[in-house]
């Protein structure tokens, strides 16, 4: 894997490296348990940039430096000094970074390392999938230094794990470990610590064997049909599965069966 220098951006506090299909986007702040600050967004922002706009890049895995963190949430230096102005200007681009990582149009896999608290669990929460090591801690805690989560947890823990177990979570700041954060469904599997990456790379390889453009249009419909009604997300659904059908990929996929061998799918 090579590190790699986006758009000129130095990305100081930011690993960002490339595997064959696969980026990996590691938070390198480990003394401070990979806290977002300003500098952090910014480089997650070019990293994540960059993924989506390299055709070579399938999948992505977002994790944390070292055995203990994740992502340990803001940095509380900046949040004690944030005016009212700040504080919503840093919340937007917060919610920006969020965004784009969850419409991305490809995969993303966050691989759980350790401590997801505040802008850390948001992060893991516009993941595509989430994994986590059996020392993962995940919480919400905003509430116990009187803010709120700013960065999407009000908004997207709620569609993961239900609105009661969301709303206690939230209200009441408390962390929970992997195991727990597995029973309500807020990760999808629990994997040895030293298995987590090399198990992240294994579902983006399971994800990147089929069609790109069907992966695409799955992460679009889905997350599209999240925000409307059954109806609107089943006609939302009939739109995706006719651009499948325009593709170049679906002629070779339906081949490739009918000729019982293995398809090569192009992107087209």
Do not use: H, W
């Not at 102005?85 to 681009?93: D, G, L, N, S």
């Not at 070779?252 to 087209?268: C, D, I, M, V, Y």
Request: glycine letters at 10%.
């Amino acid at each position: 894997m090579g590190q790699s220098a986006v758009a000129g951006l130095s990305l100081e506090t930011i690993i960002y490296e490339k595997n064959n299909s696969i980026a990996f986007v590691t938070l390198n702040r480990p003394k401070v348990l990979n806290a977002l600050n300003r500098i952090t967004l910014d480089g997650l922002r070019a990293a994540f940039e960059d993924a989506r706009d390299d055709v070579s890049i399938q999948g992505v895995i977002l994790t944390g430096m070292g055995d203990k963190s994740f992502i340990a949430g803001a940095d509380i230096n900046e949040v004690a000094t944030d005016t009212p102005v700040q504080a919503e200007e840093k919340t937007r681009r917060g919610q920006d970074l969020m965004n784009l990582i969850e419409n991305l149009g490809k995969p993303v896999v966050a691989a759980v390392n350790g401590f997801a608290l505040g802008g850390g669990c948001e992060a893991a929460l516009a993941c595509t999938i989430r994994l986590a090591a059996p020392n993962a801690k995940f919480g919400l805690p905003e509430v116990k230094l009187g803010i709120m989560p700013g960065y999407g947890g009000t908004q997207r823990l709620p569609r993961l794990v239900g609105k009661g177990v969301a709303l206690q979570l939230i209200l009441s700041g408390a962390m929970i470990d992997a195991n727990e954060a597995y029973r309500i469904g807020l990760v999808n599997e629990v994997v040895p610590q030293a298995e987590l990456i090399d198990r992240a790379q294994a579902v983006l390889n399971q994800i990147s064997a089929n069609a790109p453009l069907s992966v695409k249009y799955v992460l679009e419909a889905v997350n599209r049909g999240m925000e409307t009604n059954l109806a609107g997300g089943l006609v939302l659904e009939s739109t995706f599965v006719a651009l499948c059908t325009s593709t170049e990929d679906k002629k070779e996929g339906t081949s490739a069966f009918l000729e019982k061998r293995a398809p090569e799918f192009q992107g087209r």
